[in-house]
């Protein structure tokens, strides 16, 4: 079983909808989570980052982390066609200047198309 | 991209052949990672840097090594590369100002 394990989908929506894209994780270490945005033959750009558990909002996106359930989740308020793209979580447990700090654990991507 | 950048872009190349993949950077970051991204697998970290001469391995290492003589530059090498090899091949560094990855453009690799 995969540390990180996300839904790889195809997703597919109308414009306007609201999106919900999930992880889960099987590792309690984790404290960082993060959602990054991959456009096609681009790499992937940081998107939302939490610490710990607790809801965190920019814009039209709300990231959710829920560690006793050891669950998070991304929603896209009134989604648009250029939010088309595949969305990565990503995860870590690394300390604060050690070695290991930074090494991400990925989820294996959801595809996401909003159509008009 | 943020003063990243990856080459080449594209190789073909033939099985048991030697190949290095550079990764260059302009901002002085301390820690640096390459990955590989396959259908189905998401990323998976092939190996990291933490320093200068630092390096460690990640969770698909075998058939990969990697060197960081200076600060800017990381070099991922495939000693005898297989068809297994093909993938997309992803540089990063981290931003320890918000824990963010800039990623570079990828390498798109072939093993025939």
């Known amino acids: 079983q995969k540390e990180v394990e996300q839904d790889p989908g195809p997703l597919s929506v109308p414009e306007g909808a609201i999106v919900s894209l999930n992880c889960t994780y099987s590792n309690s270490a984790f404290q960082y989570f993060m959602w990054y945005r991959q456009y096609s033959r681009k790499g992937p750009e940081l998107l939302m980052y939490t610490y710990s558990s607790g809801n965190k909002e920019d814009g039209r996106f709300t990231a959710q982390v829920d560690k006793s359930s050891k669950y998070i989740s991304l929603f896209i308020r009134d989604s648009q066609p250029s939010d088309s793209a595949t969305y990565l979580c990503?995860?870590?447990?690394?300390?604060?200047?050690?070695?290991?700090?930074?090494?991400?654990?990925f989820g294996q991507g959801t595809i996401l198309t909003v159509h008009p | 991209d943020a003063g990243i950048t990856q080459s080449p872009r594209h190789k073909v190349t033939e099985t048991g052949t030697p190949v290095t993949l550079r990764c260059h950077q302009t901002e002085n970051h301390r820690y640096m990672y390459w990955y590989r991204q396959d259908p189905g697998h998401g990323l998976r970290l092939i190996h990291y840097?933490?320093?200068?001469?630092?390096?460690d391995k990640g969770e698909v290492s075998d058939g990969y090594s990697v060197s960081r003589s200076k600060t800017e530059d990381f070099l991922l090498t495939l000693e005898s590369a297989t068809s297994s090899q093909t993938s997309v091949y992803f540089c990063?560094?981290?931003?320890?100002?918000?824990?963010?990855?800039?990623f570079g453009s990828g390498t798109r690799l072939t093993v025939v």
């Open positions: 990063a560094i981290l931003r320890e100002k918000d824990y963010g990855y800039t």
């Open positions: 840097s933490y320093g200068v001469k630092d390096t």
């Open positions: 990503a995860m870590s447990a690394g300390v604060a200047g050690g070695t290991s700090y930074g090494k991400l654990t």
